[in-house]
T-cell receptor, first 115, second 119 residues
Framework: DTEVTQTPKHLVMGMTNKKSLKCEQH?????MYWYKQKAKKPPELMFV???????INESVPSRFSPECPNSSLLNLHLHALQPEDSALYLC??????????????FGEGSRLTVL | AQKVTQAQTEISVVEKEDVTLDCVYE???????LFWYKQPPSGELVFLIR??????QNEISGRYSWNFQKSTSSFNFTITASQVVDSAVYFC????????????????FGGGTRVLVKP
């Protein structure tokens, strides 16, 4: 079983809705990530939080708003999305700082459909 | 800029055959990490193996083995005696020196290779 838990597993929303994706990890990791994956494509990095601070934003549109309330939780707030935003959204975590070994641990993802 | 290339888009084998997945990478960093991840239909990316750029020793872990060659910038992965449960998409990935970069591990993925193991 994965140690990174994502909810919901499936989400269908209209273009005017506001929704949130949630991610939780209890491995003591201090770096957390959001990736977006379209069908038959590799994951693409969206955001990185390191020690609860946003460290990387890969020029993601403002309709995606990340939030890291504490070291175990990561949210992705969604507003005014477009149908092309439909994808699998993957959360991941890793060690941070000098103790890093590099590998990311992923959740099962939230499959988003925008109508 | 980093780049990872997986030339094979899909491989189909019969159970118990060996499967070798190719991965070629580009990076300007002298210190880097290479990874293989497995993505079954459930969607979760499962970490399989990691190799540091300064350690070219090839290893075997159960039915998995890998061949890391810095001279050719390749990091190939072999599944021995494949099983139906090995059917998945396999991604090779690269990250920069994680001991220096403070912003988090920026992983670059290859395009993935779909492996289909038939009974």
């Amino acid at each position: 079983d994965t140690e990174v838990t994502q909810t919901p597993k499936h989400l269908v929303m209209g273009m005017t809705n506001k929704k949130s994706l949630k991610c939780e990890q209890h491995m003591g990791h201090r770096a957390m990530y959001w990736y977006k994956q379209k069908a038959k494509k590799p994951p693409e990095l969206m955001f990185v939080y390191s020690y609860e601070k946003l460290s990387i934003n890969e020029s993601v549109p403002s309709r995606f708003s990340p939030e890291c309330p504490n070291s175990s939780l990561l949210n992705l707030h969604l507003h005014a999305l477009q149908p092309e935003d439909s994808a699998l959204y993957l959360c991941a975590s890793s060690q941070a700082g000098q103790s890093r070994t590099g590998e990311l641990f992923f959740g099962e993802g939230s499959r988003l459909t925008v109508l | 800029a980093q780049k990872v290339t997986q030339a094979q888009t899909e491989i189909s084998v019969v159970e118990k055959e060996d499967v070798t997945l190719d991965c070629v990478y580009e990076t300007r960093d002298t210190t880097y990490y290479l990874f293989w991840y497995k993505q079954p239909p459930s969607g979760e990316l499962v970490f399989l193996i990691r190799r540091n750029s300064f350690d070219e020793q090839n290893e075997i872990s159960g039915r998995y083995s890998w061949n890391f060659q810095k001279s050719t910038s390749s990091f190939n992965f072999t599944i021995t005696a494949s099983q139906v449960v090995d059917s998945a998409v396999y991604f090779c990935a690269l990250s920069e020196d994680v001991m220096i970069k403070a912003a988090g591990n920026k992983l670059t993925f290859g395009g993935g290779t779909r492996v289909l193991v038939k009974p």
